[in-house]
């Protein structure tokens, strides 16, 4: 059974101090990686897709990392707007079209 | 560019009454589409995907059914809602079954 275990479940930073959210996953073979950001009361938001161990992916202040049993999302000199919550998502090559999704990362950033 | 429209946005139901959420996605066509379930502070569970009209599978027993009437339609209903179906529903589509989701606003249900 596909898992995907994210730490830690909540983090506050204040504005500039950057950090890492981790996503941890056991998968048979794994087809993709997705980030998600989440605001209260909303749909998620795509962030990123990560394939295979070693690729990275940027945009703004996140830059996601992937290795074979874990992916980081570095934030670098976070805003307050940055504040969501952030959903890590994989599908094995055995599961077409099923993600499993973890129970995500809550980030407040404080001014 | 691509929509997707997911109503109603809030809803209180009677247990034991029927139920019935919509899903159109517009700007492209035959997308995969998927209904989730989040329960506060979870992560989200896949209940329903479709790769294409009439095409349905069902990832968890329950007492709610998809259908997929039209091409770019997705629709989640129930004959007699439960308590333990209160949560936040998203539909989601996308390209191909292995390319990243996007989501609807998201229908927060309530059973009362």
């Known amino acids: 059974e596909d898992q995907v275990t994210q730490s830690p479940e909540a983090l506050r930073l204040q504005e500039g101090e950057s950090s890492s959210l981790n996503c941890s996953y056991t998968v048979s073979g794994l087809r993709g990686l997705f980030w998600y950001r989440q605001d209260p009361g909303k749909g998620p938001e795509f962030l990123f897709t990560l394939y295979s161990a070693g690729e990275e992916k940027e945009k703004e202040r996140l830059k996601a990392t992937l290795t074979k049993k874990e992916s980081f999302l570095h934030i670098t000199a976070p805003k307050p707007e940055d504040s969501a919550t952030y959903l890590c998502a994989v599908q094995a090559n055995t599961n077409a079209g099923k993600s499993t999704f973890g129970d995500g990362t809550t980030l407040t950033v404080k001014p | 560019s691509q929509t997707i429209h997911q109503w109603p946005a809030t809803l209180v139901q009677p247990v034991g009454s029927p139920l019935s959420l919509e899903c159109t996605v517009e700007?492209?066509?035959?997308?995969?589409l998927y209904w989730y379930r989040q329960a506060a502070g979870r992560g989200l569970q896949l209940l329903f995907y479709s790769v294409g009209i009439g095409q349905i599978s069902s990832e968890v027993p329950q007492n709610l059914s998809a259908s997929r009437p039209q091409d770019r339609q997705f629709i989640l209903s129930s004959k007699k809602l439960l308590l333990s179906d209160s949560g936040f529903y998203l539909c989601?589509?996308?390209?191909?079954?292995?390319?990243?989701?996007?989501f609807g606003q998201g229908t927060r249900l309530t059973v009362v």
């Open positions: 989601a589509w996308s390209v191909t079954e292995n390319t990243e989701a996007f």
């Open positions: 700007g492209t066509s035959n997308p995969n």
